[in-house]
């Protein structure tokens, strides 16, 4: 079936630089997108997220990209601190009303003091 | 608000027995998805329930089921056990809206021995 997946699985990044993790999707139904950071021993926790009709959201330090031409989506981390170490998931869904993500593999995040 | 909590935190199980893992949303959602998640596979939607219905299932046995109760609060039971089942079961909760933002428990860590 469709999958989102992840270009790389591990990013190491020095700290105050910025970061950029990649995902593609393949499925051009979807029409919502969301970033999760994990930590060890913690359950995924929200970042961001993009509906289809944007092509780019921004937060606090992070910055979702959505590009619906090529399939892929973007997270990037300004000023990236060591707290941000963790593991990235992009995960998709579609439909009204579907709450069932699809989730990519994963990238590990790792900050250099 | 406090989060979604589970229980329990850790699990040790042998082969052939069932167990059951408990979920509470967040305070006013109504929707609560399971999720397992090993190295190999990544996360993978198990389920979904929303008003003490299932809407969603994944591609998983019949060995897994779950319930919602009327106060929300959902259940997941994996019957017969195997050593494959060894995952964190995370369980995530959502408000009303349509395509509203799925929050994550901490998981139950489960060993099957």
């Known amino acids: 079936g469709e999958s989102v997946g992840l270009h790389l699985p591990t990013l190491s990044v020095q700290e105050g630089d910025n970061s950029i993790i990649n995902c593609a999707y393949s499925n051009s139904a979807s029409d919502y997108f969301i970033w999760y950071k994990q930590e060890s021993g913690k359950g995924p926790q929200f970042i961001i997220d993009i509906r289809s009709n944007m092509d780019k959201r921004q937060g606090q330090r992070v910055t979702v990209l959505l590009n619906k031409t090529v399939k892929h989506l973007s997270l990037q981390i300004a000023a990236t601190q060591p707290g941000d170490s963790a593991v990235y998931f992009c995960?998709?869904?579609?439909?009204?009303?579907?709450?069932?993500?699809?989730f990519g593999k994963g990238t590990k995040l790792s900050v250099i003091p | 608000k406090a989060g979604v909590t589970q229980t329990p935190r850790y699990l040790i199980k042998t082969r052939g027995q069932q167990v059951t893992l408990s979920c509470s949303p967040i305070?006013?959602?109504?929707?609560v998805s399971w999720y397992q998640q090993t190295p190999g596979q990544g996360l993978q939607f198990l389920f979904e329930y929303f008003s003490e219905t299932q809407r969603n299932k994944g591609n998983f046995p019949g060995r897994f089921s779950g319930r919602q109760f009327s106060n929300s609060r959902s259940e997941m039971n994996v019957s017969t056990l195997e050593l494959g089942d060894s995952a964190l079961y995370l369980c995530?909760?959502?408000?009303?809206?349509?395509?509203?933002?799925?929050?994550f428990g901490p998981g139950t860590r489960l060993l099957v021995l």
């Open positions: 305070s006013g959602h109504r929707s």
């Open positions: 995960a998709e869904t579609y439909g009204a009303g579907s709450y069932q993500l699809t």
């Open positions: 995530a909760s959502s408000g009303t809206s349509v395509g509203e933002t799925q929050y």
